[in-house]
Nanobody
Framework: QVQLVESGGGFVQIGDSLRLSCEVSGEALMSSGWGWFRQAPGKGRVFVAVIGLVSGRTIYGDSVKGRFTISRDAAKNTVYLQMNNLNPEDTAVYYC????????????????WGQGTQVTVSS
């Protein structure tokens, strides 16, 4: 059974940092890419970052470049999202996702999704 379990969300102040974790199990361990998306209230799901499991290649959304870093620990089957210099526009539910075939910013390529973790940045 495939599972993606996020953790690490919370309530922070402007300029603070958070690290999200996503533990992956099952078939998703054989994915090409593990990524993060986010969804703010009343808005659609937006790409944040992805990392290739073989190549280590990373892609970032424009709004997080230079502030967020995606990484993975193969031994722990875990993907991380280090978020620095947070601002209220980063407030959203953050979802971990796995793509069987692509390292992509397109949500349509993702086959498995976690349940999400809330990040709230207060001004």
């Amino acid at each position: 059974q495939v599972q993606l379990v996020e953790s690490g969300g919370g309530f922070v102040q402007i300029g603070d940092s958070l690290r999200l974790s996503c533990e992956v199990s099952g078939e998703a361990l054989m994915s090409s890419g593990w990524g993060w998306f986010r969804q703010a209230p009343g808005k659609g799901r937006v790409f944040v970052a992805v990392i290739g499991l073989v190549s280590g290649r990373t892609i970032y959304g424009d709004s997080v470049k230079g502030r967020f870093t995606i990484s993975r620990d193969a031994a722990k089957n875990t993907v991380y999202l280090q978020m620095n210099n947070l601002n209220p526009e980063d407030t959203a539910v953050y979802y971990c996702a796995a793509s069987r075939d692509r390292v992509s910013s397109n949500a349509a390529w993702y086959d498995w999704w976690g349940q999400g973790t809330q990040v709230t940045v207060s001004s």
